[in-house]
């Protein structure tokens, strides 16, 4: 296997402005995926993609290299991870490294460590598309979402008739911690056109993925509680 990881960190994030490097437990957010991912692969195949030269400053204070900047056409709010993703390879591929397996793993996702990553990749071969972090939903299409017909009124999202909370089918919530894509699949279609993916099962603290003020107070009010026992 020739790796690449890629960690996302775009300097332009609105719902906790500057999150990437805003200190939790008293370090920046980004550093505990930077310590995950090294706890699997060494510094040289992991890619931290930003355009921001704050966050350069921070990543490579805790000693990781950053290999460039990304252009700015791929730090907008409409530039998507599919772009990103095929930009870091390039990078590489152009220095004469080529990857085929690349890990794509979020820097809003702090509990997420190397055992988790160790765990999923376990579970990669040579046949699938994917292997994606999930954690099972409450939103249920089956029993509590809806959606509007067209004559406005209430339908469920997905029919079954289950009069038993148990017997509801298990549905899966994508948590944003861990991505591992065959390149060569990623090269010839985009993410969402994956067929063969696997799913890789984390428990709901372990899939905290941060977008919001009160995500992170959350995340502020777990990393006290582990630090109290």
Known sequence: MRPLVVIPARGGSKGVPRKNIKLLGGKPLIQYTIEAAREVFPDDVICVSTDDFEIKQVVESIGLKVPFLRPAELATDQAGSYEVLLHSIDFYEKKGYYPDTLFLLQATSPFRTGKHINEALALFNEECDMVVS???????????????????????????N???????????????????????????????????????????IDSHDIDTNMEWKLAEVYISSLRQT
């Open 134 to 160: 999930v954690k099972e939903t409450k939103a249920n299409p089956y029993s509590v979402l809806r959606e509007e017909n067209n004559e406005g009124w209430l339908v469920k999202l997905k029919p079954g």
């Open 162 to 204: 289950f009069t038993l909370r148990q017997n509801v089918p298990q549905v899966w919530e994508l948590n944003g911690a861990i991505y591992i894509i065959s390149v060569n699949v990623l090269k010839q279609k985009h993410l969402v056109d994956f067929t063969k993916v696997k799913k890789y099962v984390m428990s709901d």
